[in-house]
């Protein structure tokens, strides 16, 4: 541990006004301080605010692809960085070290594709009804955005918003998961020495949902762009609407794999597998529910409760690893809430479904990889999304009680489907409600090049991350501009 973690406003590295501090436990040993980070009150945030609005003056006139270089440099020294910041990440979060390089990763492909952006960034030029008259479309910045990221990803999701909102000519104020402050400023660090100038990108450091929700409402800011849970985001939205704010929310998922009777159930099994248990079940992407067609589904159970029933857990910075800790206390205890919920209702457990104290899981919040069947569409653990290693697996009769049973939900992030008959596939492909549909693949690992987001309860606002409709078009807004070099009235539409 060396020294407090601090905010960084205006280009410096600051102490806060209410002199608090709050301490970073590893959430799989919680005898180990990782770290110790300043607790900002209101005025903190204001004087980021301030900050992010100063800089925006200049920073919205630096040319986009002068930005985008910036952008480039900061994917160089995450790559530098990438062994070092993924071992201070599974420290400060738990998730096993192949993954926390997985989600610098991330962040370093987000760079590198919104380097690019800087050279594109591009409107269109469209013939006018009348002559002597050109017409343009153009994308400019919104102003001064709040970033309010969850503890997950605790480099790749910060990156999918700093690094669109930067290219597009954004300033920020970025208020991370107080779980994971450490990994965040180092991102900021990163992209402080990348070239970034004073004031365009704010770090405010705060515990609980009051100073989050005082940065997003602030009379200063023009936007808000939030991952986190669905209950937050909507208040949050609702809000936003309010107060004029452009908002866009990516909250929850409870998303599901079809595994169908044609399938290769030997890789079913292993994307089940990676998606319920992979980050500890803690991705809005986790597969939370298979459905499996009933001629398949006693040996899927079979297969997948043995495979589960493997699983080592343990610290993540141990090789031998496969699902770390859950995040803190307060998910411990909601996830085997849940589980009791499921026992209640009449779910079979076939595995799983105790916290582990035991060896190397003695001072850290671990739960056993839980694997629950007989489970009823109407069930809670069928609903509601648990954030944890907890799969349901429900029976479907063909694939369009499949679909069904998905769909029956509020939530419309992430569905797959395991099946070699290519017609089930497209129909799947088609009636899937969801934002990202995978055929023979599991539900995480979203690629950054593409639109990531969800229907329904899952998003509110824009997608994140590249592609066409990903997130230049959260950080942007459309100018048109009408030209009349005719030296004279031209009346549209009039004849
Ligand atoms: C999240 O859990 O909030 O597709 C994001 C995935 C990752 C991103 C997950 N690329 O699972």
């Not at 500890?280 to 009933?294: D, F, K, L």
């Not at 419309?412 to 395991?418: K, R, T």
């Amino acid at each position: 541990m060396s020294g407090v973690t601090k905010n960084y406003i205006d280009g410096k590295w600051v102490d806060v006004s209410t002199g608090e501090t709050f301490e970073i436990r590893n959430p799989a040993d919680t005898d180990e301080l990782v770290g110790v980070v300043v607790k900002s009150g209101k005025a903190d945030v204001d004087r980021a605010v301030q900050a992010a609005r100063a800089a925006y003056k200049s920073w919205r006139l630096f040319p986009a692809p002068k930005r985008g270089e910036i952008l480039f440099r900061a994917g160089e020294l995450l790559l530098q960085e990438k062994q070092a910041l993924g071992e201070l990440e599974t420290r400060e979060m738990g998730k096993v070290f192949p993954e926390t390089l997985g989600d610098v990763r991330e962040a370093i492909d987000m760079a590198y594709y919104m380097a690019g952006e800087g050279r594109r960034l591009s409107g269109e030029t469209i013939p006018s009804e009348l002559m002597d008259k050109d017409c343009k479309s153009m994308r400019v910045p919104l102003g001064v955005c709040s970033l309010i990221t969850p503890w997950n990803f605790p480099i790749a999701i910060p990156a999918w918003k700093i690094m669109p909102a930067l290219v597009s000519g954004n300033t920020l104020v970025f208020k991370p998961s107080s779980y994971t402050s450490i990994a965040a400023s180092k991102l900021v660090e990163i992209l402080e020495e990348a070239g970034l100038p004073q004031g365009v990108l704010n770090l405010v450091h705060a515990r609980g949902e009051e100073i989050g929700e005082y940065l997003a409402t602030h009379p200063g800011t023009d936007a808000v762009s939030f991952t986190g849970s669905t209950a937050v985001g909507e208040k949050l939205a609702a809000r936003c609407v309010e107060l004029g704010k452009k908002v866009s929310c990516e909250m929850g998922g409870k998303n599901a794999i079809i595994v169908m009777d044609d399938a290769n159930l030997d890789l079913a099994v292993e994307g089940a597998v990676w998606g319920g248990f992979g980050t500890t079940g803690q991705r809005c992407t986790a597969a939370s529910r298979v459905v499996v067609h009933r001629d398949v589904y006693d040996s899927f159970l079979d297969l997948f409760t043995k495979a589960a029933r493997k699983l080592k857990l343990g610290n993540g910075l141990d090789e031998r690893t496969d699902v770390g800790p859950v995040i803190n206390r307060v998910q411990m205890e909601k996830v085997l809430s849940y589980i009791e919920i499921g026992t209640k209702e009449g779910a079979k457990l076939l595995t799983g479904g105790k916290a582990c104290r035991e060896g190397a899981c003695a001072r850290g919040y671990f739960i056993e990889p839980t694997v629950f069947s007989d489970v009823a569409a109407e069930m809670r653990i069928a609903r509601e999304e648990i954030f944890g290693p907890v799969v349901s697996v429900l029976k479907a009769n063909d694939l369009e009680d499949a679909i069904a049973i998905v769909n029956d939900t509020k939530y419309g992030l992430v569905s797959s489907i395991y099946t070699r008959d290519v017609n089930k596939s497209a129909i799947a492909e088609r009636e899937l409600d969801t934002g990202i549909v995978y055929i023979n693949a599991s539900t995480i690992g979203a690629e950054i090049q593409l639109p990531f987001g969800g229907t329904k309860k899952s998003g509110i606002g824009h997608r994140e991350a590249g592609g066409k409709g990903g997130a230049l078009d959260m950080f942007t807004k459309w100018k048109v501009i009408y030209r009349d070099y005719s030296g004279k009235l031209q009346k549209a539409q009039i004849d």
